[in-house]
């Protein structure tokens, strides 16, 4: 077998046993959703502080993880106590600015203590790793009830299918029709043939959730259209993160598509985006 089938092996059976392990998380519970969210997150974040290392910045891993890991809960616990999302939106941006607030001045304190260079950089990466990847996550907590009054998984299950198809017909069209670089200096083989590709891959998508959820076919089409448009930048900013550190990949957990980071670029950028479309469209 040569090198190239048998990376194409391993590439699909992970990403066959990383969808199962996924969807079914999703569908299981809503407990067991929580755990995905709660273990991507510590994979995430190890991973992020790893790659700012890599450029001279000595983050607070213990302290970014462990405000990532509480802003989740905190977020996690609103949606269990109060399904009806709309009525707790007010209190629950309220404890997460009161959580931000507080965690600034932890993280000066723990710096005074650690005695390393850069204190500002320090602190600055510490935060954005709450901010690049645990915010999101949390806000993913709210998707399969937003849209209901009860636990409704396929939600978040459509979500995921949309952002898979945008990459899917990306990768089908640009390779067949590509020809004028999108951004060339961070993802040479992207192409604005295959970002359009990719768009009308990801409103089909929307289409068809539309249809097997009895939604309302105009909001999800426009919700397809944001995680489309907003998941390509994620995927071009978690490539501007790994080109500064030198990396090619974010990590190694899953065989033949890198960490955590490399397989949820698009979702780490696009959910905040897409919480807001769903609090107020659908």
């Not at 009161?98 to 935060?127: G, H, Q, Y």
Request: proline share 3%; hydrophobic share 55%.
């Amino acid at each position: 077998m040569n090198e190239k089938l048998k990376n194409l092996l391993v590439r699909t059976l992970s990403g066959a046993v990383l969808a199962v392990v996924v969807l079914g998380a999703i569908a299981w519970s809503q407990w067991s959703f929580g755990a995905l969210l709660a273990l991507l997150l510590i994979v995430g974040m190890r991973e992020f502080y790893t790659l700012t290392e890599a450029r001279g910045a000595a983050p607070q891993r213990i302290v970014g993880l462990v405000a990532g890991l509480v802003l989740l809960a905190l977020n996690f616990t609103v949606v269990c106590d109060d399904i009806q999302i709309l009525g707790s939106a007010n209190r629950t941006f309220a404890f997460g600015m009161a959580f931000l607030l507080l965690l600034l001045p932890v993280m000066f304190i723990c710096e005074l203590f650690r005695r390393r260079e850069n204190p500002a950089v320090n602190i600055a990466t510490t935060l954005l790793g709450v901010v690049y990847v645990a915010l999101p996550f949390s806000l993913m907590c709210y998707f399969p009830i937003i849209a209901s009054e009860e636990w409704s998984p396929g939600v978040m299950m459509f979500y995921i299918f949309i952002i898979w198809a945008n990459d899917v017909f990306a990768y089908l069209v640009g390779m067949s029709l590509g020809r004028h670089r999108l951004c060339e200096r961070l993802s040479p083989k992207k192409s604005w043939e295959g970002f359009f590709g990719g768009v009308i891959g990801a409103m089909a998508m929307g289409l068809v959730a539309a249809w097997a959820l009895k939604g309302n076919y105009a909001a999800w089409a426009g919700l397809a259209f944001v995680a489309s448009i907003t998941g390509v930048l994620g995927d071009l900013v978690e490539s501007m993160f790994k080109r500064a550190a030198g990396v090619k990949d974010s990590g190694r957990l899953i065989p033949g598509h890198g960490g955590v980071l490399d397989r949820f670029d698009a979702e780490l950028l696009s959910a905040p985006f897409v919480f807001v479309y769903m609090l107020y469209v659908m």
